[in-house]
């Protein structure tokens, strides 16, 4: 049972518009920068967001987060076919003094 | 550029020891953390803990204490993770990241799948 929690798949066709969810509570969200992860089967998850909003060098400006209180989200416009991954969310729980991460979401591009 | 490149797999007895090499290049080794993080086969990330490499200072997740030690050898910028009294439950890939400047994992090694099997 992961700490934060995200919805396990999300679909949609190319193009459209896709937002993942990533809930948590006080302890961790409270105070805490928000960061997203991609990851493709059979390889290391890669940086996607950082800092609630922040992306690193290189990532395409379809991909977007943002944090409200205990929730945060993820936003890929356009999508592709290539965005098919597992998605991440992760920040850091003040109460237990660790990093804790979403169970993650299967995003598919129908 | 950044690099983060791991040992090659094991596979261990129950009860035996492993320990994972995570060699860095490509920026100053003793400027940032490097965090351990496994993930389990279908499943989700779990973070074991870190080790900032310039005074050797570690912290983990309350799960692993008494079983698994972070160290690093700044000579040759590489950090390591051992983990003890192996379990069939540990069976997992390990990875190594190095933490950006508000906690975010930047860069990462590209696993080691760990299996533990009689």
């Known amino acids: 049972q992961s700490v934060l929690t995200q919805p396990p798949s999300v679909s949609a066709a190319p193009g459209q518009r896709v937002t993942i969810s990533c809930s948590g509570n006080t302890s961790n969200f409270g105070s805490n920068f928000v960061s997203w992860y991609q990851q493709f089967p059979g390889t290391a998850p890669k940086l996607l967001i950082y800092d609630n909003s922040k992306r690193p060098s290189g990532i395409a400006d379809r991909f977007s987060g943002s944090k409200s209180g205990t929730s945060a989200t993820l936003d890929i416009t356009g999508l592709q076919a290539g965005d098919e991954a597992d998605y991440f969310c992760g920040t850091w729980d003040s109460r237990r003094n660790v990093k804790v991460f979403g169970g993650g979401t299967k995003l598919t591009v129908l | 550029q950044v690099q983060l490149v791991q040992s090659g797999a094991e596979v261990k007895k129950p009860g035996a020891s492993v320990r994972v090499s995570c060699k860095t290049s490509g920026y100053t080794f003793t400027t940032s953390d490097i965090n351990w993080v496994r993930q389990a086969p279908g499943q989700g990330l779990e973070w074991m803990g870190w080790v900032h490499p310039n005074v050797g200072k570690t912290g983990f997740a309350q799960k692993f204490q008494g079983r698994v030690t972070f160290t690093r050898d700044t000579s040759i910028t590489t950090a390591y993770m051992e983990l003890t009294s192996l379990r069939f439950e540990d069976t997992a890939i390990y990875y190594c990241?190095?933490?950006?400047?508000?906690?975010?994992?930047?860069?990462w090694g590209q696993g080691t799948l760990v299996t533990v099997s009689s």
């Open positions: 990241a190095r933490g950006g400047l508000s906690g975010e994992f930047d860069f």
